[in-house]
């Protein structure tokens, strides 16, 4: 059976902190992994990672991935408060491009 | 890119009574379609998801149904609500051109 665990399920830090978090997964046919940032409704897409070791990068937050190892991490650098969200990983494999989503890593930004 | 409308946005039913969930996709043609259900402080657990017109493939066993009768348009559909059918349902369209969007969300509450 696929699955995705994300850790820490939550994690409180002060602003201007650096946070990583972290998404393990086992899945046949693994084809990308996604990483997601969901405030109150929708999750708005911030990453898709289908190669390992090159790190995808926007602004303050990046990721890469580890297809051997099989995991990925999000670092996010000199937080803000509005980077309090649940941050949610989810892996693609083959066929109908189903998501398999991770529980999801509540992250609460202190100022 | 895709644009995906889901309605309502809120929804109290009370057990036993019958649901409709509507989401319409724009900006793409023939793309794969998903319900997703994520119950509080939980990922995101796929339900349905459709690759084409009047094909639905079910992911678990529960209480409710989908429908595809257009090539945009997904419906998710109860005869008889349950207490346990609560949560926040999520829409989401997926076309390897854009990548996977959901829909803003329906917060069902079965009272």
């Known amino acids: 059976e696929d699955k995705v665990v994300q850790s820490p399920l939550s994690l409180v830090v002060h602003e201007g902190d650096t946070v990583t978090l972290n998404c393990s997964y086992e899945?046949?046919?693994?084809?990308?992994l996604l990483w997601y940032k969901q405030e109150k409704k929708a999750p708005t897409f911030l990453f898709m990672l289908t190669s390992s070791g090159i790190e995808k990068k926007s602004g303050r937050l990046s990721s890469i991935l580890d297809k051997k190892e099989l995991f990925s991490i999000l670092n996010i650098t000199a937080t803000q408060t509005g980077d309090s969200a649940v941050y949610l990983c989810a892996v693609g494999g083959q066929g109908a491009q189903k998501l398999v989503f991770g529980q999801g890593t509540r992250l609460t930004i202190n100022p | 890119s895709q644009t995906i409308h889901q309605w309502p946005a809120t929804l109290v039913q009370p057990v036993g009574s019958p649901l409709s969930l509507e989401c319409t996709v724009e900006?793409?043609?023939?793309?794969?379609l998903y319900w997703y259900r994520q119950a509080a402080g939980r990922g995101l657990q796929l339900l349905f998801y459709s690759v084409g017109i009047g094909q639905i493939s079910s992911e678990v066993p529960q209480n409710l149904s989908a429908s595809r009768p257009q090539d945009r348009q997904f419906i998710l559909s109860s005869k008889k609500l349950l207490l346990s059918d609560s949560g926040f349902y999520l829409c989401?369209?997926?076309?390897?051109?854009?990548?996977?969007?959901f829909g803003s969300g329906t917060r069902l509450t079965v009272v």
């Open positions: 900006g793409t043609s023939n793309p794969n």
């Open positions: 989401a369209s997926s076309d390897w051109d854009y990548g996977y969007t």
């Open positions: 899945v046949t046919n693994f084809r990308s």
